[in-house]
């Protein structure tokens, strides 16, 4: 106890009126406990309590004393709490790595809702460029990985995939912007910066232009695709992201976002992941089921914009 036991004597015998009940009450000899009261009362240099034929009866400063001491056993208790509070199941750590694009997409909101529910866990997260997602996760460095196109690999287990169709990004007022799919061969002749080749997301572009009788060659590549955007929203070309990467821009009316249309139209597969062998402890587990919910629920939202086919997501 951080407080002497006199206080919950004192309080307990306030709450009955007799040194007996509050001795019986609290398991203890009544003799302790009027040891204490005394001790207590010469303390303050005040008596504490008129003695009656039939029990005890709190004096003004006593009143005063008995305010004083619940306030002081509530903290307490409030402290107790938030101790025990370290050791509940929700309370640990996540370690998670994912893409560029998602790190400065929608995960930071994500985890900020999720830390406002759950702020005894900590967060940490990394970014990493296409194949390379996987290999903090395997070597344990991280709890759970978040990429596109992550192939199939030992030691991995899928915890949620999603189907995300990329698609190209315009600016507001932009003569090309519409409704519905928009054709590749409709962009080719426009200023492009694309993802840099050798990235995941390149691959993915290569395979769409790949259908064209025309060579594209972009203004600019880059493997940060914060500067893709800023670059759309600059006006300095259009560029091919997934709808993910930019909902935070489109929700704002910072950019647009038009699906391509069949039969140039291609997918990043995007996986939630974990080592195979791992068990997730409770902090990962709980971020992990809310992180597929928010990630069903933007595939929701998508979809209703008309950005994704209209199918679920499979979340295993």
């Not at 709490?81 to 909101?109: C, E, F, H, N, W």
């Not at 232009?209 to 880059?222: F, G, I, M, S």
């Not at 821009?249 to 038009?258: D, I, K, T, Y």
Request: charge should be positive; aromatic fraction near 4%; charged fraction near 20%.
């Amino acid at each position: 106890m951080l407080h002497s036991r006199k206080l919950i004597y004192i309080n307990e015998i306030a709450r009955t009126g007799s040194i007996r009940k509050a001795a019986a009450r609290l398991n203890v000899a009544s003799s302790a406990i009027n040891r204490q009261i005394l001790a207590l009362e010469e303390e303050m240099r005040a008596p504490l309590f008129e003695r009656l034929p039939r029990g005890l009866r709190l004096t003004a400063a006593g009143e005063l004393c008995i305010e004083h001491i619940r306030e002081v056993l509530k903290n307490y208790e409030r402290l107790e709490g938030r101790i025990r509070s370290l050791k509940m199941q929700q309370a640990g750590k996540v370690r998670i790595v994912t893409t560029v694009g998602l790190a400065a997409g929608p995960l930071p909101d994500i985890i900020a809702r999720f830390q406002s529910e759950h702020p005894r866990v900590f967060m940490q997260l990394r970014n990493d460029a296409g194949t390379m997602t996987v290999n903090p996760v395997i070597s344990g460095e991280v709890d759970i990985g978040l990429g596109f196109n992550i192939p199939a690999t030992p030691g991995i287990r899928t915890l949620g995939n999603f189907d995300i169709p990329i698609g190209v990004v315009l600016p507001p007022g932009h003569h090309l912007i519409g409704s519905g799919p928009i054709n590749l061969a409709d962009i080719v002749q426009e200023r492009l910066v694309l993802a840099q080749q050798g990235t995941s997301l390149r691959d993915v572009i290569n395979l769409a232009l790949a259908r064209l009788d025309v060579h594209v060659e972009p203004v600019l590549e880059t493997n940060a695709s914060e500067m893709l955007k800023k670059l759309v929203k600059s006006g300095a070309g259009l560029t091919i992201l997934n709808p993910l990467d930019v909902i935070t821009e489109c929700r704002q009316g910072e950019l647009v976002f038009r699906p391509i249309a069949e039969p140039h139209a291609r997918h990043q597969p995007m996986k939630l992941f974990a080592r195979a062998r791992a068990p997730l402890d409770s902090a990962t587990s709980l971020f992990v089921e809310y992180l597929l919910a928010e990630l069903a629920g933007l595939v929701e939202e998508l979809q209703a914009k008309g950005h994704i086919a209209a199918e679920k997501p499979a979340a295993i």
